[in-house]
């Protein structure tokens, strides 16, 4: 005779990642030792997963109600921003840029016990689940300039100035100062 008692499964495991963008270049002027030139572009990423362990994962807490929970996860998110970047370069000796970056990102996670031994589907919630709802924003600006003393050499000399907000933290930002020499054979 058969039974109907469930079958142990693997884990399931889902995850999508997407990214999409939109760029606009604009040579403003294509003078040689005179260029200029425009470039602002728009993105888009989403992302999620979802995260059911399987009937024969080892349970990782046991309630008092007497069943055997496996821990379960749900998230997801998207970003959304602008980057802009103008360079102009005056003369074949000096050449200078300047941009900035803004994003933003919003998402959701739902995190908690199931019962390991409910079944195919395992939508038996057992116990509170950690859920949250979370924003964040990413901004950064750079100037930058490129000198040509010589033929053989350039010197690369620029200053960014980055900030992150997230959830739950004190809003952090930095100033990073860069400098390159560069030997061209």
Request: glycine share 8%.
């Given at each position: ?57 080892e349970p ?40 900035l970056n ?60 980055d900030q ?22």
């Amino acid at each position: 005779g058969g039974t109907n008692a469930p079958q142990a499964e693997d884990d399931q495991q889902y995850t999508t990642n997407a990214f999409q963008t939109l760029t606009y270049n604009r040579s403003i002027s294509s003078e040689s030792d005179h260029e200029s030139n425009l470039m602002i572009a728009t993105y888009a990423r989403e992302g999620s997963l979802v995260y059911t362990p399987g009937g024969i994962d080892e349970p990782t807490i046991d309630t008092i109600k007497g069943t055997s929970d496996v821990i379960s996860e749900n998230r997801s998110f998207t970003t959304l921003g602008i980057r802009t970047k103008y360079d102009n370069r005056l003369s074949h000796e000096f050449m200078y840029a300047t941009g900035l970056n803004l994003s933003t990102t919003s998402g959701h996670e739902d995190f908690g016990p199931v019962d390991s031994t409910y079944g195919e589907h395992y939508s038996a919630v057992t116990g509170p689940h950690s859920i949250t709802n979370y924003m964040g924003s990413d901004f950064g600006a750079f100037i930058e300039t490129e000198i040509h003393p010589e033929e053989w050499t350039d010197v690369d000399v620029g200053v960014r100035y980055d900030q992150h907000i997230a959830p739950n933290v004190p809003m952090e930002s930095q100033i990073s100062p860069r400098v390159r020499w560069n030997f061209l054979f």
